[in-house]
């Protein structure tokens, strides 16, 4: 939101506490009805269980399947614990397919199976196709609330199912066609309809070059279809070719935004977490960051087993010391950089595992001058604390550390993925630690060959 | 895309270079017309200038024009400047009305004066306005291309408007009612108008709850505003409440992911890139890494001067090297951790400035847990290196370290954010060096005390 649309938001909001704090039932109802359900939702977030409970009460059901939708799940799974089985029910009958579903899938097997009882046979079966696919697939995303029309129809006959589908469907702008198997032959936008002769068959004005999905794919790969071609929705077909439902271009973006924030987690050695940040249990937060931390000290033992190794090293020229710290540093951080890079770069398919060489070509001239203008701008220092030599194997260290860490840091993603696991795990502490007990040898190796110390072998 | 449809995209790329090998024009014609043209634009991104014109020259105008739209803004330049003036105007004129105005601004002034003489008249003034607004605004993201309707219009009438501009409007679903000065008074949906009686008027059936946003506000909070409230597109309004165009969801979800682009790259100290890693020129590259990795090359000259300033520590007790850099490095991951946390948090509206408090006391909790847990996995190795004392110096620092740097983690992008600056500057190369020169303190600190050394002031 913008400043303005926050302090509107706010002021609001303020109303509405007032409201229910008097009990004034009408005004709760228009002040809700007057909230858009987003916003309705966050304030409601920002609130306890009882006064969100009072609130639903006043909105009529249609609004409050509607805002619902818009809650956390564990929201919605704590206010559909405490209704009644009934209501229950009636608030799933309301509620988006997609949504219902995912609700759905939080109640236990017991609670799950009286509410079916107390559904419509279509909607029971329904929601029994959509709770079936795992959560992360396409069949988990789509909904089944779409228009589809027989391929045969003509456009003024495909106009009369669209009228009667579209208080209903999520979107009555793309159409979808299926042959007598139900099967997906092509589709056709409401605009193009428009302009076409109410006689003639949707057979000659659909689009038969489809972009399509199937049920098990995973919702990642979903996103970036319709953002790919500008979809207003992906169709989602089962193994058989039929049409089984569709994944709209707001899922997509929400779905685009959740993969976003687990890849920027993942960079901070951060697991996926399920809730957000201020609602997660401290429990919840503390195991999506322990593990990492805890390897992570691990893989520091062989910094400091380093540093323990070149003792005699250190004895014998102690300024070594203070340069420590920013050349492994200077190689972690230029890692960071270079690993980042190609993680977000795979993420959003600007960079194909293909590239991993011509990539790694302009690395090498990147990061050397990178590494130079480091080291002309540190050498100084070297130089005036400890004298011309430990200048020179400052600047040199500086250089190689910068390109080493630059050229770990690329191909890191890359082997990754290779093996499977997500490019973004080459989180910027482990490219850093990986890279801190390497620079330690360089640093060291470096120094005592330019001291003419005895190697520590 | 997934790996068959880029299976098909690598076969349909080898038909199509073998076809422009043999100069065989119409097979080029049609496998370009075959191909979707975001599929086209990458073919076309991933070979060289002489093909991408051998190949625009077989495609019909509009479907060149349609493809161009796909390109790089770089790309899109050096077409320009290679194409004869008459040649550009007509490529324009076939361009939608907001990549028209980005192109546009790219060419310089004479050019586009010689360009817009050759332009008809209402495309001259169109694209007058849209490249006028600054880079990074509503006003240079909207396009004109949307069906506005005086509100006073009845539903026939509305039909009668958006047959005639569904031809060049980017979306029909949504209708704009303005009134006898252009200002925007209303929206109703192409859903809605299908269910409407045809003798209504359109204010009888328009939304009069308008969410809308000025010319000049940043693209982000454009992006959001479609996002939060699952628009197909935002009517962007002039300082007089005149409606001058609209922001479609498929920019939005561009913006969006450009944006978290930005905020990955600045969490890794990158600075923002105006093109992609593989064809940004070295220099681009090596420009948005050096200023960081420079500043920070200083930064980490602090934690060098405190390990000189403990000399007479270290020297008492080597042993403590050996755990310096899994302690201070320790500090600096879970910093990372939390500030990436909060800066997520705040870009996705997850989290509100208001929340610093509530967040950092759970923080406490976390980071002490945290912090206790790698105390335990170390503290062995601390024992059996270097006895009791040192075990117990581990331990101690370990716990204030995660806690401190947890701490500072999360408290760095609240503080950037009150300054104005962008949070995620607080990046984990930044957050590391800051924490790294704190944690030498404290780790030769509680050494020196617990140790009985003279403190070294």
Known sequence: MTDG????????????????????????????????????????????????????????????????????????????????????????????????????????????????????RNEREDLRLLAS??????????????????ARSTVAQAFDIIRATA???????????????????????????????????????????????????????????????????????????????????????DVAEMEATEDMHRGASVQPMEQNLSSASLFAVYKSR???????????????????????????????VFFLPLLIGSGGNAGSQSATLIIRGLATREVRSADWLKLFGREVLIAAALGLTMAVAIAPIGAIRGGEVIALIVGMTMVTVVVFGSLAGLTLPFLLRRVGWDPATASAPLVTTLIDACGVLIYFGIATWLLDLPAAL
């Open 5 to 120: 649309a926050e302090a509107a938001f706010d002021q609001h909001g303020a109303q509405l506490l007032s409201a229910i704090d008097s009990s004034d039932g009408e005004r709760m109802a228009e002040l809700a009805n007057e909230m858009p359900a987003p916003d309705f939702a966050e304030f409601v977030r920002e609130h306890s269980l009882d006064v969100t409970e009072k609130l639903l009460a006043y909105l009529p059901i249609e609004q409050r399947a509607r805002a619902i939708g818009y809650f956390g799940l564990e929201a919605q799974q704590e206010l559909a614990l405490n209704m009644a089985e009934p209501m229950l029910a009636e608030l799933l009958s309301h509620m988006n397919a997609d949504e219902r579903a995912d609700l759905f899938n939080l109640l236990d097997d017991s609670l799950k199976a009286r509410v079916m009882r107390l559904m419509a």
């Open 133 to 150: 696919y795992a959560s992360g697939t396409a069949g988990a995303l789509m909904t089944s609330d779409y228009v589809a029309v027989p």
């Open 167 to 253: 208080p209903s469907a999520e979107t009555v702008y793309d159409i979808y066609c299926i042959d007598h198997m139900g099967r997906l032959v092509g589709t056709v936008s409401l605009r193009r309809l428009m302009l076409a002769r109410k006689e003639g068959r949707l057979e000659k004005v659909m689009t038969t070059d489809l972009v399509t999905a199937t049920v098990d794919e995973h919702q990642e790969e979903v996103a970036d279809q319709i953002a790919r071609y500008d979809l207003l929705a992906l169709p989602i077909i089962d193994l058989g070719g039929r049409l089984v439902g569709i994944v709209t271009y707001d899922d997509a973006m």
């Open 290 to 320: 322990v593990v990492w931390l805890v390897l992570l000290v691990f893989g520091n033992i062989f910094s400091g087993a380093g540093i323990a190794h070149f003792e005699d090293t250190i004895a014998a020229e102690v300024a070594l």
